[in-house]
Nanobody, 126 residues
Framework: VKLVESGGGLVQAGASLRLSCAGS????????MGWFRQAPGREREWIGA????????RLADSVEDRFTIARDNAKNTVHLEMNGLKPEDTAFYYC????????????????????WGQGTQVAVSS
């Protein structure tokens, strides 16, 4: 196991959750990190990324006004802060790691990520 997500759960609409992704035998400071989600019957979609230095973050249009990404390389963790959750945010959430030499590089391409966590489930009730 290389990446372990935590923090998912069942919440009501409007609530907040903070997902965490911890590296296990993987030094996350060598990797750009991404967050993806997959709802039942749908494709896995990219929702955000952060460069390995943390200096660059990008979020999908659907969540950019509600979610933030941060990382703590000293603790080998990455976080996805989700506010104002909506029922359509219900999905399994996955973190992923893409090795890079650049401190500012990030990507939304699934194929660029070599390591994936097992996912954590987020369910939002209306």
């Amino acid at each position: 196991v290389k990446l372990v997500e935590s923090g998912g759960g069942l919440v009501q609409a409007g609530a907040s959750l903070r997902l965490s992704c911890a590296g296990s035998a993987l030094t996350l400071s060598n990797y750009a990190m991404g967050w993806f989600r997959q709802a039942p019957g749908r494709e896995r979609e990219w929702i955000g990324a952060i460069s390995k230095s943390g200096s660059v973050t990008r979020l999908a249009d659907s969540v950019e006004d509600r979610f933030t990404i941060a990382r703590d390389n000293a603790k080998n963790t990455v976080h996805l802060e989700m506010n104002g959750l909506k029922p359509e945010d219900t999905a399994f959430y996955y973190c992923a790691a893409a090795r890079t030499a650049s401190s500012r590089w990030w990507t939304s391409q699934r194929s660029a990520y070599a390591y994936w966590g097992q996912g954590t489930q987020v369910a939002v009730s209306s």
